[in-house]
């Protein structure tokens, strides 16, 4: 479903990837994982499009990605794409539910669709009793679990995470993670998560190592 072929990224002189090449399947739970300046970001954002690289190409449900004209790519994707960060980026004056609904808006759904498909994924999140609240009045696992929500509205053949359990205590990362698989489990996603945390690369499908800007290890389990 994701392919990325020869998969090259230099800033100046630093040659940060190296030629990565790599398939993800549908349903699977991978986990990208490496020392800090591996370069492990970077692959994620040209995976998911927010970054090109220098050569490679990344093909996603069938479309060459990088050969897509910018208005297209920004649509397909809102569609195709859903992003996790570390840190959540809700926005801070409106509620969980606004700030689900807002990638389907952009999407151009019908607002009714929209708004009844993110409360169904709030609620599947455990965020049932909180829909109408500020980010500010959720705890760091309800606001993560909010962007997860937010990555998922427009059904995303894939999403990325960048650590999305890097700021959270450890219960709340587990919670964080066997989440994960619950929704892989009810909906089908494909979730590729760059992480430090050793539980959850040990809970993957896969675990890709990156050192050096090479995968040194592409481990199924
Ligand atoms: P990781 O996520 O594995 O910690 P990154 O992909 O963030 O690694 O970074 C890999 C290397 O590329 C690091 O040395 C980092 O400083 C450098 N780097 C990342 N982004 C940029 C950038 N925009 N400009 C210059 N150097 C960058
Ligand atoms: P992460 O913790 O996810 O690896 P970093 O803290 O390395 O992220 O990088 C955060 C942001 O800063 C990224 O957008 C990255 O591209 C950019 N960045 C990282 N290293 C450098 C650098 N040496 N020069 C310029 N930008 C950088």
Known sequence: MLKATGIKKKYGNLEVLKGID????KGEVVSIVGASGAGKSTLLHILGSL????EGTIELSGKDVFKLASTQLASFRNKEIGFVFQF???LPEFTA???VCIPGYIGGRNDDDVAKRAKELLQLLG??????HKPSALSGGEQQRTAIARALIN???IVFGDEPSGNLDSKNANELHN???KIREELGHTFVIVTHNE?????ADRTLEIQDGMVLTDAEK
């Open 127 to 132: 965020l049932g009793a909180r829909l109408d």
């Open 97 to 99: 539910l606004e700030n």
């Open 51 to 54: 970054d090109t690289p220098d």
């Open 22 to 25: 790599l398939e993800i399947a």
């Open 179 to 181: 989440l994960f698989f």
């Open 88 to 90: 959540h980026n809700l």
């Open 155 to 157: 059904s995303p053949s």
């Open 199 to 203: 539980e959850f690369a040990a809970m």
